[in-house]
């Protein structure tokens, strides 16, 4: 799966918020549940534009991560989670695999 550096930012910043409603004791059927981007701005995307928002929504309902309703709120999928989950050793194995392909070129 690839996200546009946008999407990949948006959604740290829906799991952060995912993470901290958890934190407070949030059950995690609720924590997932998202409103409307003009709530999200006001909430915890804050100088996003909201047409920015819905497109990074459709991206993220393209590959998965969310379910994305009619009204552009939605619902975190386990996915995603486990995307955010990963994503540190996911990009730590990716720049490991460059370096190996950089070093097999040099003589």
Avoid: W
């Avoid at 997932?32 to 915890?44: G, W, Y």
């Avoid at 909201?50 to 969310?66: C, Q």
Wanted: glycine share 4%; aromatic share 10%.
């Amino acid at each position: 799966m690839q996200l546009t550096n946008d999407t990949d930012r948006m959604l740290c910043l829906i799991y952060n918020e995912f993470l901290n409603r958890r934190k407070i004791g949030i059950s995690k059927r609720e924590a997932i549940c998202f409103s409307h981007p003009s709530v999200l701005q006001t909430e915890f995307l804050q100088g996003i534009h909201e047409d920015d928002i819905v497109d990074t929504l459709t991206e993220l309902a393209n590959n998965g991560l969310i379910k994305l309703y009619y009204d552009c709120g939605f619902l975190l999928n386990d996915s995603a989670i486990v995307y955010m989950e990963n994503r540190f050793s996911n990009k730590m194995d990716s720049f490991l695999e460059t370096i190996s392909k950089i070093r097999s070129l040099l003589p």
